[in-house]
């Protein structure tokens, strides 16, 4: 398997613009999360889904983000409209739910800066 | 309750020195402490992980003592490496997979050669 697949690797948008950050989990795998990275804040979890369901969205920080997941292999996370603050590298990470196997696998990320 | 808090925020070694990072947690739901390595550019990745059934783990180099009444737990890195510097995050989280991993802030570790 290729792993967790994210895209784009690099974003630069400006501020009021629409974002769409894409993630390709492991085949097979049931769970998908979304985690933002940035030095202030650590790892942050965003939203998580279990066979595409969104289970937990508390960590989304506000309206303007939002994300899908349509099928088992696709995810998108969306911001709109953009702001600097939300400058940070983005991770999708998924895993495969049963017991004993909770384990995440990272993608690569999507850096995205906002000026 | 969901926090966990990792220390030290850096740390810098000698080659063939010891390296050592604690974390803490409050939440007692929490029964799976993994940690991971991180590289510049990359996502992290699992390198060890316990569970509270035990008070230590090995693997290689890799260890992890773990202090269930006091709820903390720590990463011992023996003999680091140049090729260890990186920034390493504990994590707690359950057993059964699906529930939401909680990573402490992340320790950069820097192997001087």
């Known amino acids: 398997d290729a792993g967790v697949i994210q895209s784009p690797r690099h974003e630069v948008t400006e501020m009021g613009q629409e974002v769409t950050l894409r993630c390709k989990p492991i085949?097979?795998?049931?769970?998908l999360f979304w985690y933002r990275q940035t030095m202030m804040r650590g790892l942050e979890l965003l939203i998580y889904?279990?066979?595409?369901?969104?289970?937990?969205d508390s960590g989304m920080p506000e309206d303007r983000f939002s994300a899908k997941m349509p099928n088992a292999s696709f995810s998108t996370l969306k911001i709109q409209p953009s702001e600097p603050r939300d400058s940070a590298v983005y991770f999708c990470?998924?895993?495969?739910?049963?017991?004993?196997?909770?384990?995440?696998?990272f993608g690569a990320g999507s850096r995205l800066t906002v000026l | 309750q969901q926090q966990v808090k990792q220390s030290p925020q850096s740390l810098i070694v000698q080659k063939g020195g010891i390296s050592i990072i604690n974390c803490a947690y409050e939440?007692?739901?929490?029964?799976?402490f993994p940690w991971y390595q991180q590289f510049p550019g990359k996502g992290p990745a699992l390198l060890i992980a316990?569970?509270?059934?035990?008070s230590e783990k090995k693997e290689g180099r890799f260890t992890i003592s773990f202090n269930k009444s006091a709820k903390q737990f720590s990463l011992h890195i023996m003999d680091s490496q140049p090729g260890d510097s990186a920034t390493y995050f504990c994590?707690?989280?359950?057993?059964?997979?699906?529930?939401?991993?909680?990573f402490g802030a992340g320790t950069r570790l820097f192997v001087k050669a």
């Open positions: 990470a998924s895993s495969l739910g049963v017991s004993g196997a909770n384990v995440l696998t």
């Open positions: 085949s097979g795998h049931d769970y």
């Open positions: 889904f279990n066979n595409n369901v969104p289970i937990d």
């Open positions: 939440n007692t739901a929490f029964d799976y």
């Open positions: 316990i569970r509270p059934d035990v």
């Open positions: 994590a707690a989280s359950r057993w059964t997979g699906g529930f939401k991993t909680i």
